[in-house]
């Protein structure tokens, strides 16, 4: 498993600052987000791109065969073709 706190992990200041922006605007109370960060690792993501997209939404599920909430994610090209990193908070309804 992958600790994304571990100072060595490679792409840390990356994952933080995700992570940063992505909390503060949970706390906001903002259903959805999203923006464009650059990429500054010397791999190369698809078509050499320099930058990459980072989004989520909340989506209110009334589904019973699950709990309280759970998390959906996704990277790779979006659907403009885009780098992109894709998240999907889903909450039972009326939490």
């Known amino acids: 498993?992958?600790?994304?706190?571990?100072?060595?992990?490679?792409?840390?200041?990356?994952?933080?600052?995700?992570?940063?922006?992505?909390?503060?605007?949970?706390?906001?109370?903002?259903?959805?987000?999203?923006?464009?960060?650059?990429?500054?690792?010397?791999?190369?993501?698809?078509?050499?791109?320099q930058t990459f997209k980072y989004e989520y939404d909340i989506i209110r599920e009334s589904k019973d065969k699950w709990y309280d909430f759970d998390i959906v994610g996704s990277s790779g090209p979006d659907e403009s073709h885009e780098p992109s990193i894709q998240l999907s908070f889903l909450v039972k309804k009326g939490m």
């Open 1 to 49: 498993m992958i600790n994304l706190n571990d100072t060595n992990f490679y792409y840390n200041d990356l994952t933080m600052k995700i992570l940063n922006q992505v909390q503060t605007n949970l706390i906001l109370g903002n259903k959805k987000f999203e923006k464009y960060t650059h990429w500054d690792y010397p791999i190369a993501i698809l078509n050499n791109w």
